[in-house]
């Protein structure tokens, strides 16, 4: 027996955290010497595939110990082995992957690798890996499935609008988000949110704005065309209506599109709550979509719509867009939270519901509960 006084994933997790990038980097060498074609399931660059690897090690090592966590690690596990079925990942591969991790940690761990760490890290890795088999087993549905761009509408220099139809059935809430992998960057998958419902006609729409250094958002907003065929994997996020509860939603730029779905969803509705939707971007060229908020607004008086910008003037390589004084929406000028926190309205007993960058999500909600909104109100999808 070893001489342990800590739990032994936990000094496993130490150790492998003092230099993440070169363990997960050696593991990978490790991989694909045992089984060369594995090698074409992953992205050319592997820098944020070892950085999501070692963030789920991380994640395993420091829960299997803390029993009380793991009700919630099995969920982890059984939607990461869901996950992996977009990749081709075989009963093989599971096997190889369990020996090459096994074997890269007793080489990190050096001396203090002994037969009780390795017990103990294989029952962790054995359980981790056969969650995730298990998952991938019973889940429904095609693994991947695809839908070819029918248009696309470029708004400015850095946003675009792209519809696909699929001859698959659309089987996402409003809300949700999707696995997306664009042609032009094979094996690099994106989370983009549909701006409508599921429908029968399998149509899908999405608002893509480039983001700085994006491959994959920059390439869908300058080189998509009509033809392009997506393929697409699972449907993720749990934003959602709670019953008998106005709702508050909270929009950051192309934020809007999963909040747009779920308004078109309450539209069909007849016992739609009360809905205000605070809409807000950096410059008012920034504000797309205008006339149709406009118009639902209009013929659905549950919802009301204020947008905000923190700067009233545009710059001048702005692209001129709808927010012209024949859209009657109410502007408020300002940081989101300041617009929501300053308008007048109680919103302790309402849902929230947030969607936009990390950046906007993080300073909201802090904000938000500063004012006395309860987190168990507030939903957004992780970031």
Known sequence: MGTHTRHVLLQVRDVLGRDADRFTANFYLRLFAMNP???DLFPANMAHQRATLFRVLDYVLETVPDSSSHPHLLDFLGQLGRD??????TEEHYQQFLVALTREIAVTMG????????????????LTTGVM???AHSAKGPATWQATVAEKYRLS??????????????????????????????????HLSPSIPANPAGELEFHVRAVPGGSVSNSIVTETQVGDVWTFAQNHGTLHLMPDRDVLMIAGGTGLAPLRAMIIELARRVDAPQVHLFYGARYPADLYDLSFLWQIAAT?????????????????WSTPSEHDQTIDLERMQGQLADAVLGYDRDWTDHQVLLAGSPEM?????????IAGIRASLMQHDPV
């Open 361 to 369: 999500l993080a300073t909201t909600r802090r904000r938000l509960l």
């Open 84 to 89: 992996h079925r977009k990749f081709g990942v």
């Open 37 to 39: 074609e594995l090698r």
């Open 133 to 135: 088999r298990g998952a």
């Open 300 to 316: 659905n008086p549950w919802l009301t719509i204020t947008t905000v910008v923190e700067d009233e003037t545009d710059p001048w």
């Open 157 to 190: 220099r850095d946003l675009a609008i792209v519809r696909l139809l699929s001859r698959t059935p659309l089987t996402y809430s409003a809300g949700q988000y999707l696995e997306v992998q664009i042609p032009q960057w094979p094996r690099i998958w994106r």
């Open 111 to 126: 001396p203090q690798w002994d037969e009780e760490s390795a017990n103990v890290v294989s029952q962790a890795l054995m």
